[in-house]
């Protein structure tokens, strides 16, 4: 239902894109959490070949796979949610993509996980829209449950002209239902509050600024007490000098169903590129806590170049807040154009070195930063 392309070239079937979208969502069956409810196994007790995927070089459970999965089983998910009332139907008429990863909570045992034990996850839709869905996805093992909980956001198109395509609501019928539906729709909200108070729309409030200041005042050398010379705070690190830099070049096997590059792999190769910042800055093992608001605001074309960087934004005490922006390049102009950012948290065994911001735009990092730690470590 959700398998990309016997080819890179194939396209998606003249009746499905005749498919006339419905024109109100009232006349569509309402399905269940539960008729979207998926169990999956991944036999790396049995399968070598497949271990080999998803092992680190500590011989441990590969978190940028793991990612990967989510969002194939996010996709499929929803794509059940829309067909469960069509049992005859082998594929979808249903374009169905990744819009964002709300939240990613992780929980430290899966760096002690073995990678010769099997891996179950399991979700269902929580939440639906008119053209949204929230799916809800964790791990199922006995001993390791709870290790990884995600929200990912799923948005319908129609395959005709790409808009907005009406889905099958939602229908809740006991309490535990209409709460995690509930909790969907305080999610949305929030959302929607955070877009209205980002930095890029309003300036930071009066406990930000001060703290802005207050940092500001100590790259000040106090010899000299000039704005023009900043000199680095002893103990500390200049934000800038913690940015590392990738460049991809995307070929047809990272292609999705509509022959874009698959949601997965760009999440994949973010966490990757932010899990060796963190490495090279507290010069030890990374552990990851939290990813939050993924946002995929742009398709990825194959043969696109693309450029990933990330940065340090934030430290307190054993943590760091790190931004990952994805760009794609076009070698012809040299233009960027941002498709995705991922915002990753990561712990340490000891207090890691400070991060000090540069520039006014490195300050509005810094409080984006400890903006989406606070809200993933409440």
């Given at each position: 239902m959700v398998a990309k392309p016997r080819t890179f070239r194939d396209e998606r079937p003249q009746e499905l894109m005749e498919?006339?979208?419905?024109?109100?969502?009232?006349?569509?069956?309402?399905?269940?959490?539960?008729?979207?409810?998926?169990?999956?196994?991944?036999?790396?007790?049995?399968?070598?070949?497949?271990?080999?995927?998803y092992a680190t070089f500590y011989n441990t459970l590969r978190v940028g796979r793991l990612l990967e999965d989510l969002d194939v089983l996010g996709v499929y998910?929803?794509?059940?949610?829309?067909?469960v009332h069509y049992p005859g139907q082998s594929r979808s008429p249903y374009v169905?993509?990744?819009?964002?990863?709300d939240q990613i909570d992780i929980d430290s045992r899966i760096t002690t996980l073995s990678i010769e034990k099997d891996v179950i996850l399991r979700g269902h839709v929580t939440w639906?829209?008119?053209?949204?869905?929230?799916?809800?996805?964790?791990?199922?093992?006995?001993?390791?449950?709870?290790?990884?909980?995600?929200?990912?956001?799923m948005v319908a198109r129609d395959p005709a002209n790409a808009k907005a395509a009406i889905?099958?609501?939602?229908?809740?019928?006991t309490p535990a239902e209409k709460l995690i539906f509930q909790l969907g729709q305080e999610l949305k909200g929030k959302r929607l509050l955070e877009s209205c108070q980002s930095l890029l729309k309003i300036p930071p409030n009066e406990e930000e600024t001060e703290l802005i200041h207050n940092l500001f005042l100590q790259t000040i050398d106090q010899s000299t007490m000039s704005f023009r010379n900043i000199t680095k705070p002893k103990?500390?690190?200049?934000?800038?000098?913690?940015?590392?830099?990738?460049?991809?070049?995307?070929?047809?096997?990272q292609r999705n169903l509509y022959n874009k590059v698959f949601g997965g792999f760009l999440m994949r190769i973010a966490f990757e590129l932010a899990w060796a910042s963190q490495m090279s800055h507290t010069k030890s093992r990374p552990v990851v806590k939290s990813l939050a608001d993924i946002s995929f605001r742009k398709p990825v074309d194959i043969g696109s170049l693309l450029y990933l960087s990330s940065m340090i934004v934030y430290t307190k005490d054993y943590d760091t807040q790190i931004k990952v922006n994805a760009e794609v390049i076009n070698p012809m102009t040299e233009e960027r154009s941002l498709t995705n950012t991922f915002q990753i948290t990561f712990t340490s065994a000891e207090k890691v070195v400070p991060i000090i911001p540069a520039s006014y735009s490195e300050f509005m990092m810094f409080i984006d930063g400890k903006r989406f730690y606070n809200k993933c470590n409440k």
């Open positions: 498919w006339k979208m419905p024109a109100n969502q009232s006349i569509l069956p309402a399905s269940r959490m539960m008729d979207s409810y998926v169990e999956c196994v991944i036999p790396l007790s049995t399968d070598e070949q497949l271990r080999e995927k998910i929803s794509f059940k949610h829309n067909t169905i993509v990744t819009a964002a990863v639906v829209g008119r053209s949204s869905i929230e799916t809800t996805m964790e791990d199922a093992d006995d001993i390791w449950q709870g290790c990884m909980i995600a929200k990912f956001v889905i099958h609501p939602l229908v809740c019928k103990g500390t690190k200049w934000m800038n000098d913690s940015k590392l830099k990738n460049l991809f070049l995307c070929f047809p096997e």
